[in-house]
């Protein structure tokens, strides 16, 4: 079982910033595909960004391009996903989520990750 777990949620203003933090099980991010998601009141779960090391890929949503960084820190086990210039419709639920390398399923697809977090809340106004 991998557990992971959120911070980094709050309220901020338009404009501002917020970096997310999700700790993993050791060699967890090294070696899964790890995503962000978001859940608005009322919306379905989208997601933000994901990295597959395995093949050096990162990629964003439409929403997130340009202003979203995932990274991360295998050292300590941690991803990050860094939101400058943020905007009130990026206000949600932050879910961080796992999957394996060798799983099928578009980076977004939420159903193709087998491990979630609790999420953090994001509340920009």
């Known amino acids: 079982h991998v557990q992971l777990v959120e911070s980094g949620g709050g309220s901020v203003q338009a404009g501002g910033s917020l970096r997310l933090s999700c700790a993993a099980p050791?060699?967890?991010?090294?070696?899964?595909?790890m995503a962000w998601f978001r859940q608005a009141p009322g919306k379905e779960r989208e997601g933000v960004a994901a990295r597959r090391d395995s093949i050096g890929s990162t990629s964003y949503a439409d929403a997130a391009k340009g202003r979203f960084t995932i990274s991360k820190d295998n050292a300590k086990n941690i991803l990050y996903l860094q939101m400058d210039s943020l905007k009130p419709e990026d206000t949600g639920m932050y879910y961080c989520?796992?999957?394996?390398?060798?799983?099928?399923?578009?980076?977004?697809?939420?159903?193709?990750?087998?491990?979630w977090g609790q999420g953090t809340q994001v509340t920009v106004s």
């Open positions: 050791a060699y967890t991010v090294s070696r899964y595909i």
């Open positions: 989520a796992a999957r394996y390398s060798c799983s099928s399923g578009g980076w977004s697809a939420a159903g193709a990750y087998t491990y």
